[in-house]
């Protein structure tokens, strides 16, 4: 079991920025890889970022780098996205997700997920 609850979203103006948090727990909630993705109205859901349980190396789609940064706390049972510079393309419902082993772009490889946070980037 594993539960994964998101938290900091909001509304902000463009070139704001916010920090989202996914906090996991749960009985199988160790040794997890985990990953944002974000599904804007109407759209697929798509890759955002990711990191792996261990050594924390970090993926970014390429509409992010630059601008979010991906970290976990030292336990590892938290992880942020530091979001800056926001566009109002970045207007989306986020989710974190995780998965046993390695990190990967796919969100068919994630068996966990939250519930999702509102991120809306509006002037």
């Known amino acids: 079991q594993v539960q994964l609850v998101e938290s900091g979203g909001g509304l902000v103006r463009p070139g704001g920025s916010l920090r989202l948090s996914c906090a996991a727990s749960?009985?199988?909630?160790?040794?997890?890889?985990m990953a944002w993705f974000r599904q804007g109205q109407g759209n697929e859901r798509e890759f955002v970022s990711a990191?792996?349980?261990?050594?924390?190396?970090?993926d970014y789609a390429d509409f992010v780098k630059g601008r979010f940064t991906m970290s976990r706390d030292s336990a590892k049972s938290t992880v942020y996205l530091q979001m800056n510079s926001l566009k109002s393309e970045d207007t989306a419902t986020y989710y974190c997700?995780?998965?046993?082993?390695?990190?990967?772009?796919?969100?068919?490889?994630?068996?966990?997920w939250g519930q999702g946070t509102q991120v809306t980037v509006s002037s």
């Open positions: 997700a995780a998965k046993v082993g390695g990190r990967t772009r796919s969100s068919s490889d994630y068996a966990y």
């Open positions: 990191i792996n349980w261990g050594t924390p190396t970090t």
């Open positions: 749960g009985r199988s909630a160790v040794m997890l890889a």
